[in-house]
T-cell receptor, first 116, second 114 residues
Framework: GAGVSQSPSNKVTEKGKDVELRCDPI?????LYWYRQSLGQGLEFLIY????????KSGLPSDRFSAERTGGSVSTLTIQRTQQEDSAVYLC??????????????FGDGTRLSIL | AQSVTQLGSHVSVSEGALVLLRCNYS??????LFWYVQYPNQGLQLLLK??????LVKGINGFEAEFKKSETSFHLTKPSAHMSDAAEYFC????????????FGTGTRLLVSP
């Protein structure tokens, strides 16, 4: 598609379950980012992938969070043993080349995650 | 570390009035600057960006912003507000080299009344 695609758009799950969130970046974009948007915390960086390089995981809040990017395209963010504080909107973005700081990031519509 | 301050979590204007959303950044070296808009239940859409060159930047939907190095500011303006401008606006910075993440302000919700 033309834009960044995220699925599911909404996810409700019980505390303690694992969840997987998917991001399909814009075709040809080598950089992919995950952010979390929650009340009181604003927009937080989670992780950044650039091509085949090792990802920058500096924003992941705990070891329950992990992400992978297969074939330099689709990415999956996994949250294990979910907690209520994980409830947030998870946004994915991509850019043409993360090494070029003037390239804007294009965002998907996000996955709204609710932990019961 | 870089940071962004957006003054006013909410700004209310009347339709047709000037819109002014404030953004100040903290950085020893001028970063690249971005404004994004977020409509309900949607992701962030790029309004405009400043990287180099002209300090007055024009974006989509009639918005513009001016980079003022001496004031470390990048305020967003629009001469005449429309009802459709009601949304949340985020200012973001990114260093010119190194670190690749965007650092966002806390956002300003623009309310437009008829």
């Amino acid at each position: 598609g033309a834009g960044v695609s995220q699925s599911p758009s909404n996810k409700v799950t019980e505390k303690g379950k694992d969840v997987e969130l998917r991001c399909d970046p814009i075709s040809g974009h080598t950089a992919l980012y995950w952010y979390r948007q929650s009340l009181g915390q604003g927009l937080e960086f989670l992780i950044y992938f650039q091509g085949n390089s090792a990802p920058d995981k500096s924003g992941l809040p705990s070891d329950r969070f992990s992400a992978e990017r297969t074939g330099g395209s689709v990415s999956t963010l996994t949250i294990q043993r979910t907690q209520q504080e994980d409830s947030a909107v998870y946004l994915c973005a991509s850019s043409l080349n993360g090494g070029l700081a003037n390239q804007p990031q294009h965002f998907g519509d996000g996955t709204r995650l609710s932990i019961l | 570390a870089q940071s962004v301050t957006q003054l006013g979590s909410h700004v209310s204007v009347s339709e047709g009035a000037l819109v002014l959303l404030r953004c100040n950044y903290s950085s020893s070296v001028p970063p690249y600057l971005f404004w994004y808009v977020q409509y309900p239940n949607q992701g962030l859409q790029l309004l405009l960006k400043y990287t180099t060159g002209a300090t007055l930047v024009k974006g989509i939907n009639g918005f513009e912003a001016e980079f003022k190095k001496s004031e470390t500011s990048f305020h967003l303006t629009k001469p005449s507000a429309h009802m459709s401008d009601a949304a949340e606006y985020f200012c973001a910075v990114r260093p010119q080299a190194g670190f690749q993440k965007l650092v966002f302000g806390t956002g300003t919700r623009l309310l437009v009344s008829p």
